[in-house]
Structure formats: C-alpha cells, structure tokens
C-alpha cells in the first residue's frame, strides 16, 4: 500500500492501528467472557487466551511505536482548533500508555501468584521475580480492570470525535486512517 502520506498514515500504520483496535475488543470480550464463566475453572481457561492475547497486544503496539518514529503521521488538519489537537495528542499518548502499561501490569500480578504466561503453547513468559502475594496481585488485577474500562471510553471518544470530524465538519479525518475516502491537508 502506497498512500500520500502527507494526508494519509503509511499502509502499516492503517494495518497496525485497525489490527489493534480489533484485538482490543477482542481482549475485551474474553474478560467478559471470563467473568460470566459458570466455574472458576471455566473462567480460567478462558483467562488463559486473556493473558496470551494481552502478550500479543503489546507486542503490537511496540512495533507501532517503533513504526510511528521510523514514519511520522501526517500532519493534523489545518481546521482542527488547538484544543481538538492537544485533546488528540494527550488521547493518543494515553492510549499507548494504557496498551503498554496494562499488559506489563497483568504479568506482575500473575506474578504474585507465582504464574507464568502461556502464549497457547507457542511459548511462555516466566512469573517475574516479584514477592509472591496473591492478595496485592488482586489489587493489581482491580486496577487493571478499571484501566480497561478507562481505556473503553478513550476508545469511544477517539471514535466519535473521528465521526465528528468526517461526518459534522466534513474535513476527511477518518479516511486519513483507511485506504479509501478523500483526507484533507
């Protein structure tokens, strides 16, 4: 995929960006799925793809940092107010930190049980070297949860405010993110 990156984002970062946004939800539903489990044993089973999916997620997301640098986005749209473009950046900035920081913390609170991670059997992170602590590893766990939730309604936000500007102002935001449609400069 060859796009004007002027006022496009490259075709990897288009791929990258919608690949994640599909893991997410994805992750999110196998927690929610986990939770309406009829066992507790159910319920990790489930989990398990949880934890192997949040290894890929990050890993996903390091390549698109790493990608953001080697190939910047398009400048913002010349229309946006400068509230809309610090409003951005700062969501943009937490999404990453949410996608990074919250898979890092899934790992130490398994760690605190003394688990590992398995990556459906492809491979398998160790616990950390953490004092074992189940009880602080659940406090890691709420705080998780609740990371999630935060991150939903970044992603519902980010979401509308892409309607927003593509359908209400008519500027092309969203199609600088798909390979189709007409980006404003």
């Known amino acids: 995929m060859s796009f004007d990156t002027r006022t496009r984002y490259s ?3 288009m791929v990258l960006h919608w690949l994640i946004a599909v893991l997410v939800i994805v992750q999110w539903q ?18 398990a ?10 890993a996903v997301v390091a390549v698109r ?51 590992p991670i398995s990556v459906w059997g492809l491979f ?10 189940p009880a602080l590893g659940e406090v890691i766990f709420e705080l998780h949860g609740a990371s999630g939730i935060a991150l939903l309604v970044l992603i519902v936000l980010h ?14 935001t969203l199609f600088r993110m798909l390979p189709f449609g007409t980006p404003r400069s």
């Open 11 to 13: 075709g990897l970062a």
């Open 30 to 47: 196998i927690a929610v799925a986990a939770e309406g489990a009829p066992t507790r044993e159910a319920g990790g089973v489930i989990m």
């Open 49 to 58: 793809n949880h934890f192997a999916l949040g290894v890929v997620i990050f």
């Open 65 to 115: 940092l790493v990608w953001r640098q080697m190939s910047p986005p398009p400048p913002p749209v010349t229309g946006h107010a400068p509230w809309e473009r610090t409003f951005a950046r700062l969501v943009h900035f937490a999404f990453y930190a949410f996608l990074l920081v919250m898979p890092l913390a899934g790992w130490i609170a398994l760690s605190t049980f003394g688990e």
């Open 124 to 133: 398998q992170l160790p616990a950390l070297p953490v004092p074992q602590n």
């Open 159 to 172: 979401a509308l405010a892409a309607l927003k500007h593509t359908i209400l102002d008519k500027d092309g």
